[in-house]
Nanobody, 132 residues
């Protein structure tokens, strides 16, 4: 399994970024993809997930209404559109693959699917910086 994130950068508060997570090494659509962020001194926080074939999505309260997760099966890529960014959104963002087959487990239908132990593998991450 290989995951490669891109799209991070420096934006002003209120700005937008779109992150990409390009995946290989497994059957895209069979497993959910989670987006996490890692800020200095804080635990990893799950912000969103998607179950590509079932079209399930879920968001943490901290990003709901500002972030949108999507996927492109032909490109085996997941996206995280981030809008109205706040300084507290600054972190390294990374994607990870769900631990269980999405369809049989009802992936990405609840808070549990934003828990880091529910995922295996991860990419190297992409840095998001937000200036106030």
């Amino acid at each position: 399994v290989q995951l490669v994130e891109s799209g991070g950068g420096l934006v002003q508060a209120g700005g937008s970024l779109r992150l990409s997570c390009s995946a290989s090494g497994f059957n895209w659509g069979d497993y959910g993809i989670g987006w996490f962020r890692q800020a200095p001194g804080k635990e990893d926080e799950g912000v969103s997930c998607i179950s590509p074939q079932e079209h399930n999505t879920f968001y943490s309260d901290s990003v709901k209404g500002r972030f949108t997760v999507s996927s492109d099966g032909e490109k085996s890529t997941a996206y995280l559109q981030m809008m109205n960014l706040k300084p507290e959104d600054a972190a390294i963002y990374y994607c990870a693959v769900g631990r269980l087959p999405a369809r049989s487990s009802g992936w990405c239908t609840g808070q549990i699917h934003l828990e880091r132990p529910m995922y295996i593998s991860r990419g190297q991450g992409t840095q998001v910086l937000v200036s106030s």
